[in-house]
Antibody
Framework: EVQLLESGGGLVQPGGSLRLSCAAS????????MSWVRQAPGKGLEWVSS????????YYADSVKGRFTISRDNSKNTLYLQMNSLRAEDTAVYYC?????????????????WGQGTLVTVSS | DLQMTQSPSSLSASVGDRVTITCRASQGISNYLAWYQQKPGKAPKLLIYAASTLQSGVPSRFSGSGSGTVFTLTISSLQPEDVATYFC?????????FGQGTKVELK
């Protein structure tokens, strides 16, 4: 059974930093692209970033480009999101999500498994 | 960037009713369209991909259709457990984009 467990969320001041983690199990982690998708309180879903299974290819939403960095450690089956220069508008539940199809070098962007989410609140 | 627009934004229907939600893409996306169901306080769940393929384990009362720029999600007979918000998503290329969501409630 696929399991994705996010951690690292919390309260941070504007301009601060936070690193989210997503521990994966139940599948061959290195064979699948992974993504972060966020949801502001009471709002819809917003794609944030994706990374190929190998970690070579990364993609970012314009709203986070230059501030957020996605990475993965395939030896630890863990996905990360380093978030710097945080703004109030980054406040959201952050979900990690797995691609449905294998993709060592590319991303599919079709999400068949999601974690439970971790809440990031940016406020002074 | 390509935009996804859902309608209606919310609807109220009775148990057993047929419910249809529409999703429109601002540009053609072939059949690279997925539908997700999200219940309050929970993560989204993949229902349909490739516009009309039912994800494993999803009840057959859910169906999808469309290609190009107009897509529909249909619940043939609404059940109490279907109360949720439904999102469409295009995944033909980055950035993937979601519709704004359709909240389905019981009348």
């Amino acid at each position: 059974e696929v399991q994705l467990l996010e951690s690292g969320g919390g309260l941070v001041q504007p301009g601060g930093s936070l690193r989210l983690s997503c521990a994966a199990s139940g599948f061959t982690f290195s064979s699948y692209a992974m993504s972060w998708v966020r949801q502001a309180p009471g709002k819809g879903l917003e794609w944030v970033s994706s990374i190929s299974g190998s970690g070579v290819s990364t993609y970012y939403a314009d709203s986070v480009k230059g501030r957020f960095t996605i990475s993965r450690d395939n030896s630890k089956n863990t996905l990360y999101l380093q978030m710097n220069s945080l703004r109030a508008e980054d406040t959201a539940v952050y979900y990690c999500a797995k691609d449905q199809s294998t993709g060592t070098w590319q991303v599919e962007l079709l999400f068949d498994s999601w974690g439970q989410g971790t809440l990031v609140t940016v406020s002074s | 960037d390509l935009q996804m627009t859902q309608s209606p934004s919310s609807l109220s229907a009775s148990v057993g009713d047929r419910v249809t939600i529409t999703c429109r893409a601002s540009q053609g996306i072939s059949n690279y369209l997925a539908w997700y169901q999200q219940k309050p306080g929970k993560a989204p769940k993949l229902l349909i991909y490739a516009a009309s393929t039912l994800q494993s384990g999803v009840p057959s009362r859910f169906s999808g259709s469309g290609s190009g720029t107009v897509f529909t999600l249909t619940i043939s007979s609404l059940q109490p457990e279907d109360v949720a918000t439904y999102f469409c998503q295009k995944y033909n290329s980055a950035p993937p984009a979601f519709g704004q969501g359709t909240k389905v409630e019981l009348k």
